[in-house]
């Protein structure tokens, strides 16, 4: 499994877009790059998903680059309810590994008014 | 509504007295998932199940058992639950593995003294 890196944390100001960056480089050709975040304390969120190309829907858009080794997670107007940990995970789906999977301890951002 | 459901949400125990942590899902999923969650270690995954009858370990599945006996049921079961055991524990499934998204419940919130 490709492995994954995120700061452990950062700050954005409220109503500005927030840019949360992911080193994945050691993906393989099949895996798939994930984001979710999980708001204190609740059951985490599935937020996006996408294999090579820029994915958008109501929550966020995904940018991988065009070598897939790192990809950034675009929080287009951040407010104050954003505020959360978001995990970047990679999978490949039918593969053996598509069943166990551990979340790292992801990007804190805080939303600042 | 979709979701997933989890009981109790907190509970305080004693060491040794065994419990079952409660989870069910009203989305036909095939797979399941339970994890815990400890501060600076993210969510670790106890044991997971592929569809009925069908479980395998996670990365720390020490001191607890599953079962999978319907399709929308997977209760996480500590025997001999012991102060180590305390934590944030989550539920969660997908339609099928870990490419489709997986939706959490609220977490169940164990003490064991």
């Known amino acids: 499994d490709a492995k994954t890196t995120q700061p452990p944390s950062m700050d954005c100001a409220e109503g500005r877009a927030a840019n949360l960056p992911c080193n994945h480089s050691?993906?393989?050709?099949?895996?798939?790059v994930y984001w979710y975040r999980q708001i204190h304390s609740q059951g985490p969120q599935y937020i996006i998903h996408g294999l090579k190309n820029n994915e958008t829907n109501e929550m966020a858009s995904l940018i991988i680059t065009e070598d897939r080794k790192s990809s950034t997670l675009i929080l287009p107007h951040a407010t104050l309810r954003d505020t959360a940990v978001y995990y970047c995970i990679v999978r490949a789906p039918g593969t053996s590994n598509d069943y166990k999977l551990s979340f790292g301890a992801g990007t804190t951002v805080t939303v600042r008014a | 509504e979709a979701q997933v459901t989890q009981n109790p949400r907190y509970l305080i125990t004693v060491t040794g007295k065994k419990l079952t942590v409660t989870c069910s899902q009203n989305?036909?999923?095939?797979?399941m998932s339970w994890y815990r969650q400890d501060p600076g270690l993210g969510l670790r995954q106890i044991y997971y199940?592929?569809?009925?009858?069908?479980?395998d370990k996670g990365d720390v599945p020490e001191g607890y058992k599953v079962s999978r006996k319907e399709k929308r049921n997977f209760p996480l079961i500590l025997e001999s639950p012991s102060p180590n055991q305390t934590s944030l524990y989550f539920c969660a499934s997908s339609l099928s593995g870990l490419y489709s998204p997986l939706h959490f419940g609220n977490g169940t919130r164990l003490t064991v003294t």
């Open positions: 050691t993906i393989s050709g099949n895996e798939y």
């Open positions: 199940s592929m569809n009925v009858e069908v479980t």
């Open positions: 989305m036909n999923h095939e797979y």
